[in-house]
């Protein structure tokens, strides 16, 4: 088992604007049954003009500082998952600090898509074993929507936007709203090119001033390939931490997977012998919010006493990269 740390408060925050399937009816040719049935997907909050990453990451970890019993003051590192910042420069995370009224703290973007918040929390795990007094805000943030091109069906009905913040210390007294993280697995192939990408308006495929915005500024994928190596290096990567801490199956109190698509949970699910009720799902009213998936799950599952107090809880990622990760986190 690899160094642990606390976390000591959890936080998240969605937009109001709900994008529901019945309106997707009128923009696209689908249907609320297709969608339903492929997806598990009801509705997904959109931001409004104005709410950016660095918005909604500010509002998650207000609440994750709260929630800590804890002043913006007292952090040592901003790190923020996203591969939608508001900005190449500044980060988002330098903008974030100057959100909460701070400044001289290290602060970094990381790019992970989905798997965002398992690489974050591996960074933080990091830092804490360098500065044990580190106290470090891992926020997880995707404005999905602002890289999505609302006439393709295919990829449109999938995602949504949100925010999730953790807030990650080396040592301390054992949290009462937080948990300790027993592991974090993060692993990646950047050999399987081309199905899940968003290349346009990067240095290998930039827009010169005044060019129409091609199709590949959008999030293009082949989802029935993604489906399959999701199920395959989740299910894998979830076992192998198990595994590693030397912890069963029947030992994991709840599931938090990737929420990307019901089926692929129910897949992931069956293979890791982990029964349904112990699976822990918001996607039907989110979509699959990228990198905040599983820091929204996991801070609203503790929110709403889906996790008690006890719970050994085990968290799942895939994403573009392709990345992948999993945890253990002792509540
Ligand atoms: O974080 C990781 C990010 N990505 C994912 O997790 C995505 C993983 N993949 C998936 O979730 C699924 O592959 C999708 C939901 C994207 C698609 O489901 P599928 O069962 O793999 O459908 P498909 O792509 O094989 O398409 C089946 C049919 C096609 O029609 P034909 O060729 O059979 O006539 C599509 O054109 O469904 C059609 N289709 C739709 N029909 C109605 C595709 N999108 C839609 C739609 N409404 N929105």
Redesign the pocket.
Known sequence: MKTSCLIRGLGHCVPETRLTNAD?ERM????DE??TT??GVKERRIAAKGETTVSLSHQAALKALENAGMQAEELTHILVATFTPDAYIPSSACMLSDRLGIAGRVCMDISA??SGFLYALETARAFVCLHPEARILVAATDIVSSRIDYTD??????FGDGAGAAIVTGSGAAPAAGGRVLDVLVSSNGGVNGL?TVKGGGSGTPYKPGETIRRDFFVE?N??E??KY?VRNMTAICKTVLEKNGVSKEQVDVFIP?Q??L??IDAVGERMEVPPHKIFTNLQKYG?T?AA?VIIAMSEARAEGFIKDGDLVLLGT???GFTWGSALVQF
Not at 28 to 31: I, P, R, S
Request: glycine share 8%; charged share 15%.
């Open positions: 997707l696209v040719d689908t249907t297709w969608i492929r997806t898509a989905c069906r295919s990829i449109c009905i999938l899940l994928m989802g029935r993604v489906f999701a990737h990307a698509n089926r692929i699959n990228s998936s895939f994403g573009g």
